[in-house]
Each structure stands twice: as structure tokens, then as C-alpha cells.
T-cell receptor
């Protein structure tokens, strides 16, 4: 089964600065999807960015970008020009391209990183 | 609002009660999911439904009973729960493996 590890329980950054959240995963598959989700205090999980493993180009969504290192099984999230509204829990998630049975068919999540924005 | 609605938002129930959580989506998604979110733990997948058929039960105790009457509605029936079942229960839906989920806001369940 795949596992997702977020080694930073909490990160703090000054407003307008850049912060990078780390995520590593373990898989024997060659093709898969990776996601970053944001969960603010309102509890609503919001998709921030997605990456397809067969694409070498790193995904970007406005101030959010990823550094996808397939060989290292690393998928970090960079937030540029941090804003107060970015304060939230951030979850990294993995999903197989094809369900091959034998386990739960859904997204596998890390434990999350709590991001604090200092004004 | 994301298009996935969960009710109630908060629920307090005794261990002998029976209650139900409801999830509704009108996004045209064909898959729906129940997840349990506890403090300091990753989200735990509980059940998966595709085209209203259950395709996954991730070793969930029988005191949790899901129901999916159609592709737009998903229920989680609760009975004789334990205090350790207190958590945030999230519903999600999607239309394809690579697109990611759309989540509801969750039901905060407290078992007393």
C-alpha cells in the first residue's frame, strides 16, 4: 500500500514571504496522481494543486507551485507571497491511476502541516 | 459552497443513540466517499461508492452503516457508537481518478 509522509507538523512564515511544505510518498507504481489540499478553520478541504506523475513539468496555480521529484518520490508545495488567508492545514495526497484491487480505492493522505502566517 | 453539502454540521450523540449523517452533491459526480478525520492522524477512508454501488469498505466496524440511494446522495447511519468514534466525518465526490475530490464541510461528531 502507498504511504504519504509530511514531516513538518507545523510551519510558520512571515506575510509576503515564501514557504515550502514537504511531502514524500512511497509507491511501486510508475504512474499516479498527487494533490495538495488546504483545510482552513472552516473545515472545508479545498484542492490547491494537482500533478500527474507522467508529466515532468511542475504544476503551477498562481502563487502555488510544486517541486515534483519523481525519482526521490518527493512532492513539495511552494507558496509565494504568503497571505493571511493561506493560514490552514495543508494535506498532501496520492492516488493510483488504475485501481488494482486489494485495498482501499481512494486518495491516501499525509497527516498534514499546519501553516501559520505571521503578519 | 463547493457543491457538496453535509448535514448536520455538528452532532452530539449518546452511545445508545441512532443518528444519520447526510451528504448531497449535484455536480454530476459518479463516485462518493466517506472519510474520518481524527486529530493527529491522516484522513481515513471508510467507504467508496461508484454509481451508487459500494466498491470499498475499509474494514469499518458495523456500527457504521452507509447507504447510497442514488448517485447524488450518501448517508452514514450510526448506532451504538463509542467515544473513540468522535471525529470529523467528511464526504467527498469526484468524477475521475485524476481530478481530485470535492469535499463537503464535514460533520463534527461527538459521542458522549
Amino acid at each position: 500500500a502507498q504511504t504519504v509522509t509530511q514531516s513538518q507538523p507545523e510551519m510558520s512564515v512571515q506575510e509576503a514571504e515564501t514557504v515550502t511544505l514537504s511531502c514524500t510518498y512511497d509507491t511501486s507504481e510508475s504512474d499516479y496522481y498527487l494533490f495538495w489540499y488546504k483545510q482552513p478553520p472552516s473545515r472545508q478541504m479545498i484542492l490547491v494543486i494537482r500533478q500527474e506523475a507522467y508529466k515532468q513539468q511542475n504544476a503551477t496555480e498562481n502563487r502555488f507551485s510544486v517541486n515534483f521529484q519523481k525519482a526521490a518520490k518527493s512532492f513539495s508545495l511552494k507558496i509565494s507571497d504568503s497571505q493571511l488567508g493561506d493560514a490552514a492545514m495543508y494535506f498532501c495526497a496520492y492516488r493510483s491511476v488504475v485501481y488494482s484491487g486489494g485495498g482501499a480505492d481512494g486518495l491516501t493522505f499525509g497527516k498534514g502541516t499546519h501553516l501559520i502566517i505571521q503578519p | 459552497e463547493t457543491g457538496v453539502t453535509q448535514t448536520p454540521r455538528h452532532l452530539v450523540m449518546g452511545m445508545t443513540n441512532k443518528k444519520s449523517l447526510k451528504c448531497e452533491q449535484h455536480l454530476g459526480h459518479n463516485a462518493m466517499y466517506w472519510y474520518k478525520q481524527s486529530a493527529k492522524k491522516p484522513l481515513e477512508l471508510m467507504f467508496v461508492y461508484n454509481f451508487k454501488e459500494q466498491t470499498e469498505n475499509n474494514s469499518v466496524p458495523s456500527r457504521f452503516s452507509p447507504e447510497c440511494p442514488n448517485s447524488s446522495h450518501l448517508f452514514l447511519h450510526l448506532h451504538t457508537l463509542q467515544p473513540e468514534d468522535s471525529a470529523l466525518y467528511l464526504c467527498a465526490s469526484d468524477t475521475g481518478r485524476g481530478y481530485g475530490y470535492t469535499f463537503g464541510s464535514g460533520t463534527r461528531l461527538t459521542v458522549v
